[in-house]
C-alpha cells in the first residue's frame, strides 16, 4: 500500500541523505511504521484474536489453512494477490499473504484506514524533524 523509499525520503525532505544512511533509516522507519500500526489494530482486537494473527504471522500452517479454506482460490483475496504479489502462487509465503488478508478483512476491516492514517502520521513526524535528522546524519 505505501512504500518506503527514495521517493518517500523525497517527499519528507531527507533526499540529501548520505546515501550509506538511507537503507538503515527506511528500515527503522518500516519498522515504526509496523510496530504503530500493530498497537492501534490491537487496541479492537481480543486476545484470542491477537492470538490468532500471531499465529498466522509465524507460519502456522493450521491456521492459514483455517483461514484460506479450501475453496481458496475462488476468492477474490486469491485473485488480487496473484497479480501484486512478489510470493510464487502456492508457496507458503503466499498463502500466509492471503490468510493474513483475509484474517485482516473479517477481523480487523478497518486495517486500511489505520495503516494510511499511520504513514500519514510518521511521514509528517519525519518532515517536522528533518533538519534534525539530517544533522544527525
Known amino acids: ?44 482486537l481480543s486476545d484470542a484474536q491477537l492470538e490468532e494473527f500471531e499465529r498466522i504471522i509465524d507460519n502456522d500452517k493450521d491456521m492459514i489453512n483455517a ?8 476468492d477474490q483475496l486469491y485473485q488480487a494477490l496473484l497479480r501484486n504479489s512478489e510470493a510464487e502462487e502456492g508457496s507458503d509465503e503466499f498463502l500466509g499473504e492471503l490468510a493474513t488478508a483475509k484474517w485482516l478483512n473479517s477481523n480487523c476491516p478497518q ?27
Open 1 to 44: 500500500m505505501f512504500t518506503l523509499d527514495d521517493s518517500f525520503l523525497d517527499m519528507v525532505g531527507l533526499s540529501d541523505m548520505p546515501a550509506e544512511q538511507k537503507n538503515n533509516f527506511l528500515a527503522y522507519a518500516q519498522d515504526q511504521l509496523e510496530v504503530r500500526v500493530g498497537e492501534k489494530m490491537s487496541n479492537d
Open 67 to 74: 483461514v484460506i479454506g479450501d475453496n481458496y482460490k475462488e
Open 111 to 137: 486495517y486500511q484506514d489505520i495503516i494510511r492514517d499511520t504513514f500519514q502520521e510518521l511521514r509528517d513526524e519525519i518532515f517536522a524533524q528533518k533538519d534534525a535528522i539530517l544533522a544527525n546524519s
